[in-house]
């Protein structure tokens, strides 16, 4: 249907009805689509920020069980390692260690979490994208159809697909069917 690029090329009665069709069809899905044309835009750019924001976050988490027993809330888990007297309330040393590891995976766990979110924002993101593209195509079938609207000229009056005898059909107007 797309392929017609030939000079001498008429559309026939048929493909201005299909196309008139494929009208009524896509013409609210590409306003829909370029009436947020504007904030598609904006989002782009937040969720690109948004993005980096959650990359940057999940990276430092990551970086941060190296620096924790240097860092004022968490100096304690440290002091807690070191210290014999903790050993002794305890079962043991072994015990305080797995605290302090687990403690360190929860905090790694979180920034796998951060950069996990940054990865889906991007991919939500690509699929807005891919959608604006899919409005700018759907934007060349629609001047495609109305270039044949507009060789073809008015539109004919519809022939009913249910009509078994010519009696049924409207000859009146530009479309006459003769009966031999």
Same mark, same amino acid.
């Given at each position: 249907m797309f392929g017609f690029n030939k000079p001498n090329y008429q559309p026939t009665e048929l493909q201005a009805r299909e196309a008139h069709q494929m009208l009524e069809? &896509? *013409?609210? @899905? %590409?306003? $829909?689509l370029y009436a947020s044309a504007t904030l598609h835009v904006l989002r782009v750019g937040l969720n690109k920020f948004v993005e980096i924001l959650?990359?940057?976050?999940?990276? +430092? #988490? @990551?970086?941060?069980?190296?620096i924790m027993e240097r860092t004022f809330p968490f100096h304690v888990l =440290?002091? #807690? &390692?070191?210290?014999?007297?903790?050993?002794? %309330?305890? *079962?043991? $040393? =072994?015990? #305080?260690?797995?605290? +302090? @590891?687990?403690?360190?995976? @929860?905090?790694? =766990?979180?920034?796998?979490?951060?950069i996990a979110i940054g990865m889906m924002i991007r991919k939500a993101g690509i699929r807005k994208s891919l959608l604006q593209s899919t409005g700018k195509e759907l934007k060349k079938?629609? +001047?495609?159809? $109305? =270039?044949?609207?507009?060789k073809f000229g008015p539109l004919p009056t519809p022939i009913?697909? *249910? +009509?078994h005898n010519l009696n049924d059909i409207n000859t009146e107007g530009p479309t006459t069917i003769k009966a031999s």
């Open positions: 069809t &896509i *013409s609210p @899905l %590409i306003n $829909k959650f990359y940057i976050i999940g990276i +430092a #988490i @990551l970086a941060f069980p190296f =440290g002091d #807690i &390692i070191d210290k014999r007297e903790f050993a002794h %309330i305890t *079962s043991g $040393k =072994g015990d #305080i260690e797995l605290f +302090a @590891l687990a403690v360190k995976g @929860l905090v790694v =766990g979180i920034g796998l979490l951060f079938v629609e +001047a495609y159809f $109305k =270039g044949i609207q507009e009913p697909t *249910s +009509a």
